[in-house]
């Protein structure tokens, strides 16, 4: 098994290069203004320019309207978008681009839910409930709650770090994962070392597997 790493939440081109640099299979940028990592549409410009053949980017966005992410799409070399609200799956699909579907759990059966709504996902990214956010609470969540059967890849987020991601990886057995807290010296300011930790733990315990 080799589980994929999304580092998520880059607001300065020397942390995106960073996470390409330490093995990152994909990088995200956070389009929702309430947010400490939010970037502008020509910040994101300039930070897609340092994402190479290979890696991915990925657009995240919470309840948006459609005009905005259209205008980031015109503009930012996106290859996925990640939809972190109350998003319809109609309103996921509508953009004729890839997408992956955040699911915040928070009781049993609501995954397996997901994954018959959000048909036509390239992924369902599960993540931490909390009552006064969408999503980057740095908070995990009962990993029990993850069922077996999968339809599509899972990707695990949610209070990751380098101390808990081979374990996280053991147990859950994710299509990949995805972290932003865990990685930060500072709201939107990644840890180069932290960066590396976290990715060598993934391969570490793929290696193992
Ligand atoms: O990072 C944010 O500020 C954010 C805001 C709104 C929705 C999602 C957000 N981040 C995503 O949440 C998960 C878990 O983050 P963490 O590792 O627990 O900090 C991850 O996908 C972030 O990109």
Redesign the pocket.
Known sequence: MSTRV?I??LTRPEDVSAAVGCGADAV?F?F?EP???SVTVDHAVALAREVPAFVSAVG?F?NPQPDFVNEVLSRVPLDLL?F?GDESPEFCRSFGRRWIK?VRVREEGQIEQAFSDYKGASGL?V??WAPD???????SFNWGLIPARRPMPLIL????SSANVADAVTRVKPWAV?????VERSKGIKDIQKISDFIKEVHRVCKTD
């Open positions: 999304k998520c939440g995200g956070v929702f947010s400490p990592r995240l919470v990640q972190h955040a990214l993540d931490a956010k969408f999503g980057g609470t740095g908070q987020a949610g209070g990751l995805d972290v932003s807290g865990g």
